[in-house]
């Protein structure tokens, strides 16, 4: 096979630089070469590496989905974030980030016309995308760091004349619809073209009571049921005569009766192993979310390519986009994992004084005002208690749902310019730089727990005015003064709300006249607001040719280079609150150790105000990367070709990395061809990464019944680059079919990827509670997940839990009593994963026109994990993850199998499409022995039944079932140049498959549309 040089140099350049490679002339010519990782000339499916192209025109067949929906039907892919919903983390709603081979985003880079660009595809004009190629394989040597797992290489049009106008509207049951608009002019001559488009893509908010599986009994789905709620156990206490708690099981604001009134569950035996037994009443916070939140991504787009000679051309883009929610809704108060008192955990953080004007009604309701020791008492410390729960939130949110609304605010910028062309002695070369900027807003509001302790005594509100006649005491010290001169009090009891909004259940409690005020519950929150700001300029310098070394096949190419990144980083934080600047729950109160005389209840971590979330000390960070690379193209024959490429990078802080790559074709027949890839591949540490940092979270903890708690991390200090081993191995079959007039084509390729040193969790702040909760309660043989499992407290991770009341006691702490764990960040075990893409195709005249079916499918044969261990502890042993839930890491779903197909038929100007897919289920582990057999004992959950009977064993979302979705699609060409399409997405109207989540399903691989009817228009003019 004889390549006219200047392929040689592409095929060379391809695997050594990420140049954005646009053929001049026709559209067959683009076909012809494949640009991501490779540059073969030849059809991009049968080049040496696995590149999977998607065409807009093939794209346009199919609905024209969003990039989230793409995402998600990539069988490549894994789980994948960008669903707007609260809990894949909100300031994701809208950033779709591609996640091939399931080893996460970071580990895939996105590229715009071959350069680096945001992970967040919201900046890529659809209407301006000519092709996405997708290529399934490692390319640190062609593209630097970041790319384990493969690249997602957006490629936009080359050159266009004309306007377009591109309308849709997707109709969702329950919802506004979803609906975009794009237009795109592109104008110039024969040597300059420029193109300019914009678009707007809305999504409408999709209230949870929408769909069935959100709106589950607890008895069903026990997973969005809390304990800490604003119906509360309240212990009387002695603190003037030092007496302290009088009562073992402490009245609660609540009966039964009147906890199931407002839709809660009643547990009376919450601490079942102890003496001292409050009851709960659970509560569902899944009415105060949104299975998808209101949504807009607006974007800009304007490029100019130009010949500026016959041997140079120039290139400008840029891009512009912009992604608003104003209001992801969450729980109407976070709840309580430290607070203002000095004990450590959730319980006894808040007190309400005798003195409170609402304390009265609560004794006389709960009957303590009938015990001799009610004239003892002076104050009430509430066991759990968050300040709004089961009758939601009224005074926060937006429109017409009462949880706490996030606001999130993306903008993104990107900028790309270069010349690229040859010499005279025929060579080539590609210069360009690229620059990317983010400006992200988000904020999410959380109660400071020394104004809620104020307003419980009486100083609460923005206009208090009351003089500290102690100020060497936390809080306000003037009991005459307490609800006067401007000063409110604060209700934390049932008689202050009539009762549960969204389920319009009345509270039996509820006593007129007696609710909390905008003006004082406004005054508890902070918005937690931060903007983040990250920049960075990447400068590419490739020169390619020959060697003038002839092999049997042809002239040895060659390719070498330099690229040069930077990337700056910087939060900007202006509440004083959030900022750091009140590193305490008080005002003045100083950070030190448990034990000291100076320890007042404030931990040297800083914690901050607030009663859930963290504060965040705005960093400042820089980073370089600088590298220099090349690579041999080698025709060995005509029918065999090899590459061989290597990099050398070099990161700020002294760190570096050396990578390889090799790769060949082999024609073997005129049918068959094998292809082959393996080389090494790294992860730089990203520009965020500060030693010794803590940051705390949240996490769902499997052993205390799914409940959140407080997941802290910590950033270990000598953290090096992760790297990993990828290869690939191929054949391709191409054919006629059953007849001389028909076309085969069958690739499957192996792929084998071992990553090393894996930036993240050393392991999981839930592997570390199951670890230490690991004890099973006297008369069971097997450990629960409800709560009731026994702390071993001489196990050495007991040190990372902060247990409630501030230790352990052997034989009595359970899993219901902690608040936080503590887990590090650093270089932990690696991943190895493996198995096989298939893409098949048949296709053939059929009738008056050409039927043809399309096969994409992955099928993983391995997804092992390595061992995590914390402080010389095996956390968890080794195991292979594929076909489970992976719930300890944030739901990271390894299926088995993925699939497309397609049968479609064209006739003339008639369109018609049938796709398949397809993904296999997951099991939840969370819930299953070691022999795969199901934990009946874990699947019972606490409290009592409405007949006063216990719950059994509840099997939802534990065996996962296959999803498989049907759509249909029709385009026709009108005769004024237009296009109308129509869509019947999820065609059955299938629900996604049971998952034992918040919201009842899967949401980083299902949606939760169902059936959905979808228009769309494209005029040209």
């Known amino acids: 096979m004889k390549l006219n040089p200047i392929y040689k140099g592409i095929l060379c350049c391809g695997l050594a630089l990420p140049v954005t490679a646009l053929a001049q002339g ?129 490629i936009t049009r080359d050159f266009y004349e004309g306007f377009e106008f591109d309308a849709s509207y997707k109709f969702v049951d329950g919802s506004d619809g979803e609906y975009d608009i794009a237009m795109m002019g592109g104008f110039g001559g024969d040597d300059t073209n420029i193109i300019l488009a914009a678009e707007w893509e809305h999504r409408s908010q999709l209230k949870t009571e929408e769909r069935p599986f959100t709106t589950l009994s607890y008895g069903e789905n026990p997973a969005p049921w809390s304990d800490l709620t604003n119906l509360a156990a309240w212990a009387p206490y002695n603190t003037s005569l030092g007496i302290g708690n009088l009562s073992l099981n402490p009245p609660a604001d609540f009966t039964q009766e009147s906890c199931e009134a407002v839709g809660g569950v009643y547990n009376p035996d919450y601490l079942s192993t102890s003496p001292y037994n409050p009851a709960v009443c659970k509560y569902n916070y899944i009415p105060y979310y949104d299975l998808v939140a209101e949504n807009d991504i607006y974007r800009l787009y304007g490029q100019i390519n130009s010949a500026v000679t016959d041997n140079m051309d120039f290139h400008l883009r840029l891009a512009f986009s912009r992604v608003r929610s104003p209001a992801v809704h969450g729980s109407p108060a976070q709840p309580v994992i430290r607070g203002p008192a000095t004990a450590a955990g959730a319980a006894f953080q808040f007190a309400a004084p005798t003195s409170n004007p609402y304390v009265a009604d609560f004794a006389a309701r709960s009957g303590w005002d009938q015990s001799p020791l009610y004239g003892l008492t002076n104050e009430y410390r509430a066991f759990l208690y968050r300040g709004f729960a089961h009758n939601g939130n009224p005074f926060l949110p937006e429109g017409d749902n009462y949880g706490v609304p996030s606001e999130i605010d993306h903008r993104y910028w990107h900028l790309s310019t270069g010349l690229d062309g040859n010499f005279e002695n025929g060579i080539t070369y590609d210069f360009g730089i690229t620059y990317n900027k983010r400006q992200s807003y988000s904020d999410a509001p959380d109660i400071m727990g020394y104004r809620l302790q104020e307003a419980l005594n009486g100083f609460g509100g923005p206009n208090c005015n009351a003089q500290d006649l102690d100020p060497d005491t936390f809080g306000t010290q003037n009991p005459g003064a307490a609800g006067t001169n401007g000063c409110m009090w604060w209700n934390p009891f049932a008689s202050g709300w009539a009762g549960q909004p969204t389920l319009g259940l009345a509270n039996p409690s509820y006593v007129p006249g007696t609710e909390n005020s905008r003006e004082l ?108 690379f ?213 296709s053939m005249p059929f009738m008056a026109g050409d039927l043809s079916f399309d096969l994409t499918a992955t099928k993983v044969e391995k997804d092992i994990n390595g061992a995590t261990t914390l402080d010389g502890y095996v956390v968890t042993e080794e195991d292979d993850r594929l076909g489970n839930l992976n719930f300890a890491t944030v739901a990271f779903a390894s299926s088995e199998w993925r699939a497309n197909l397609r049968a479609n038929y064209a006739q003339d100007i008639h369109n018609f499409r049938v796709m398949l897919n397809y993904i296999s289920g997951v099991d939840d582990e969370r819930f299953l022995l070691p022999d795969g057999s199901v934990n009946t004992a874990a699947l019972v959950p606490s409290g009592l039944q409405a007949n006063g009977q216990p719950f059994g064993p509840t099997d939802f979302g534990v065996r996962g079932e296959d999803w498989i979705t049907v759509d249909l699609h029709y385009n026709v060409e009108l005769p004024w140049d237009a296009t109308f399409t129509a869509s019947i997405n999820n065609v059955a109207d299938e629900m996604p498959p049971e998952s034992r989540q918040e919201l009842g399903y899967d949401p980083r691989i299902g949606n939760p549309l169902g059936r959905t009817f979808e228009i769309g228009f494209k005029k040209r003019f």
């Open 521 to 628: 519950a406004e005054w508890l929150f902070d918005k937690r607001a931060q903007e983040d700001f990250e920049e960075s300029v990447t400068a590419d310098l490739l020169f390619s040719g020959d060697t003038g070394v002839e092999l049997p096949g042809g002239t040895i190419a060659w390719g070498a280079g330099l690229q040069w990144r930077q990337t700056d980083l910087h939060e900007v934080v202006q509440s004083p609150f959030y900022n750091g600047a009140q590193p305490c729950a008080w005002p003045d109160q100083e950070p030190a150790v448990p034990g000291t005389p100076e320890y007042t209840g404030c931990t040297p971590d800083r914690p901050g105000p607030f009663v859930f979330f963290d504060t965040n000390p705005p960093d400042q960070n820089h980073q370089d990367q600088r590298s220099a």
């Open 630 to 842: 090349t690579e041999f193209n080698f025709p060995i024959i005509d029918t065999l070709y090899l590459t061989a490429a290597a990099r050398y990078e070099e990161f700020s802080g002294g760190l570096d990395a050396t990578v390889y790559k090799v790769s060949g074709k082999w024609d073997a027949t005129e049918n068959l061809s094998f292809r082959a890839a393996f080389g090494t591949n790294y992860q730089a540490p990203p520009p965020s990464i500060n030693p010794g940092e803590v940051n705390n979270g949240t996490n769902s903890f499997t052993i205390a019944g799914g409940n959140w708690r407080g997941a802290q991390t910590v950033t270990q200090s000598g953290i090096e680059p992760e790297t990993a081993e990828v290869g690939s191995l191929g054949l391709i079959w191409q054919s006629q079919g059953f007849s001389a007039d028909h076309d085969f084509r069958l690739i499957i390729d192996y792929f084998d990827i071992e990553t090393e040193d894996e930036l993240g969790l050393l392991a999981s702040a839930n592997d570390v509670a199951t670890a230490v909760f690991s004890i099973a309660p006297p008369g069971e043989t097997r450990v629960p997940t409800d709560g009731t499992a026994l702390a071993d407290c001489s196990h050495v991770l007991v040190d990372r839990v902060t247990f409630n009341g501030g230790e352990c006691i052997q034989g009595v702490t359970t899993a219901s009593n902690f608040s936080n764990v503590r887990t590090d960040y650093g270089n932990g075990p690696g991943q190895h994963t493996a198995g096989f893409d298939i893409q098949m195709n048949y």
């Open 26 to 154: 026709s559209g067959e010519a683009i076909e012809e070469i494949v640009v991501t990782g490779s540059l073969i000339k030849g059809t991009p499916e049968d080049a040496a590496l696995p590149v999977e192209v998607h065409t807009s025109e093939q794209l346009a067949l199919e609905g024209a989905p969003t990039a989230l929906e793409f995402a998600k039907t990539l069988t490549s892919s894994g789980p994948t974030t960008g669903e707007a919903h609260y809990f894949g983390g909100a300031a994701n709603t809208g950033n779709v980030q591609f996640n091939l081979r399931g080893l996460g985003s970071d580990k895939t880079l996105t590229l715009f016309n071959g350069r680096r660009v945001s992970q967040n595809t919201s900046l890529i004009p659809g209407i301006a995308t000519q092709r996405i190629e997708v290529l399934k394989d490692g390319a640190a040597v062609t593209y630097g760091a970041d790319a384990t797992g493969g690249v997602v290489n957006f």
